[in-house]
């Protein structure tokens, strides 16, 4: 099973402040998912990843596939930014399909 | 476009009772899967499908039992509940597995069992 560890696990910051959150994982995978939970708790996909970077709007994600690492940022955050952000990988070995998820980084921006 | 689509949102259950949380999904994905929710941990896989009449067991299958007679959906059975089950669960599908596409999720289902 793949082990995904993030940090950090909470992160306050300023409106325009530069955000840098980190995942690493075990075992090497084909991709890897960045995940934005709101407070009223739905989950939506913010990038799937297999290697480089990839860029929507503020958020940009990289992944570095032989240091098994990968980083999201957020350029000029804002309060609407407020969410918990989690990492996660696919299951590894033994066939099975499904994520496992880093524990979340919950993300707080003040204006 | 519904997406996933999970009932109830909320639920309280007592001891012992059963309930059947359901999800579906209008995307015609051939992977669905069920995750639950605890506070302070990563979301854990209950069970998984890869297509209509397969199912398998995930990291914490104990106490849930799953069916998938069509591609639309794939509910979740809790037979006898117990205190351990409360959580919140999260329906999702993808369309070419973890390791192919991203994953949609459901709104999740908040379930309390006293």
């Known amino acids: 099973k793949n082990e995904v560890e993030q940090s950090p696990q909470n992160l306050t910051a300023q409106e325009g402040e530069f955000i840098t959150i980190n995942c690493s994982y075990s075992v090497g995978i084909s991709a890897l998912h960045w995940l934005q939970q709101h407070p009223g708790g739905g989950i939506v996909s913010l990038f799937m990843l297999s290697s480089g970077k990839k860029k929507h709007g503020r958020l940009i994600a990289t992944i570095n596939i032989q240091e098994k690492h990968s980083s999201l940022h957020i350029t000029a955050s804002h309060p609407r930014d407020s969410a918990v952000y989690i990492c996660?990988?696919?299951?590894?070995?033994?066939?099975?399909?499904?994520?496992?998820f880093g524990k979340g980084t919950h993300l707080i921006i003040q204006p | 476009n519904a997406g996933v689509t999970q009932t109830p949102k909320f639920r309280i259950l007592k001891i012992g009772q059963s309930m059947t949380l359901q999800c579906t999904q209008d995307?015609?994905?051939?992977?669905m899967y069920w995750y639950r929710q605890d506070p302070g941990m990563g979301l854990k896989l209950i069970y998984y499908?890869?297509?209509?009449?397969?199912?398998d067991k995930g990291e914490v299958p104990n106490g849930y039992n799953v069916s998938r007679s069509t591609t639309e959906d794939f509910p979740l059975r809790l037979e006898l509940a117990a205190p351990s089950q409360t959580s919140v669960y999260f329906c999702?599908?993808?369309?070419?597995?973890?390791?192919?596409?991203?994953?949609?999720f459901g709104q999740g289902t908040r379930l309390t069992v006293v």
């Open positions: 499908s890869v297509g209509a009449g397969i199912t």
């Open positions: 999702a599908s993808s369309s070419l597995g973890s390791g192919g596409t991203e994953a949609f």
């Open positions: 996660a990988a696919p299951y590894s070995g033994g066939g099975a399909d499904g994520l496992t």
């Open positions: 995307m015609n994905h051939n992977y």
